[in-house]
């Protein structure tokens, strides 16, 4: 049985944050197993005792990626009760907006990769991992707020979802294709978005 302290776990685990360090500094199709086994300071051989083979490496190391962006994006939202529900919900949008935002060039930089692309996007929507826990916190939230009643019987919650996160996607989206400062904006759109929807669910 194996577990964090074992010696295997913790090179397997050294070896994905290695090559998520060099990902990040260079981009996915840069990137060497050579660099990665170097900068690991093991054998080049030792990475395909622990992957199959270099996307398989790869794409563990983008999950880690979007795991820190996303605990970063997602370590200190409200709790359903507490403030406002406006206020709430533009912070869970904002979050998911920087989510998005941050790991959309990670994404980006595999078009051309379509096989590479199509793995990272299966792990990060497996249960437990990638954006799929924060999606869940956003949906548990409206939840317990609908429980608490401060968001009417009958709505829709799984289209409430939908249409906050639809909204900081495009949001997001759009920092990235216009020259402009729609970024610096964010709050703010964010908060009118979620003013049209509470005319509907409040």
């Not at 799984?158 to 900081?168: C, D, I, K, P, V």
């Not at 979620?194 to 409040?202: P, T």
Request: no cysteine; hydrophobic share 45%; net charge negative.
């Amino acid at each position: 049985m194996t577990g964090p302290g074992d010696p295997a776990v913790q090179l397997r685990e050294h070896l994905v944050a290695t090559a998520a360090a060099l990902v990040a500094e260079r981009g996915t199709t840069a990137v060497t197993t050579r660099e990665i086994a170097r900068a690991a300071g093991v054998s080049d051989g030792v990475l395909y005792n622990y992957f199959a083979d270099k996307n398989e490496l790869i794409v563990a190391a983008l999950v880690r990626r979007f795991e820190i962006i996303g605990a970063r994006s997602w370590s200190d939202l409200p709790q359903p009760g507490s403030g406002s529900l406006e206020g709430n919900l533009v912070e869970y949008a904002g979050a998911l907006h920087v989510l998005v935002r941050d790991t959309l060039p990670m994404l980006a930089g595999l078009v051309a990769e379509h096989a590479l692309l199509h793995r990272l996007l299966s792990e990060i929507h497996r249960p437990g991992q990638g954006i799929l826990p924060f999606l869940s916190r956003i949906g548990e939230y409206l939840v317990e707020e609908q429980r608490l009643g401060r968001i009417r019987d009958g709505v829709d919650l799984e289209a409430t979802l939908l249409l906050l996160t639809g909204a900081s996607a495009t949001l997001t989206m759009r920092a990235h294709v216009m020259p402009d400062d729609t970024d610096d904006h964010a709050p703010e759109l964010l908060g009118r978005v979620v003013s049209v929807l509470l005319a509907g669910i409040a």
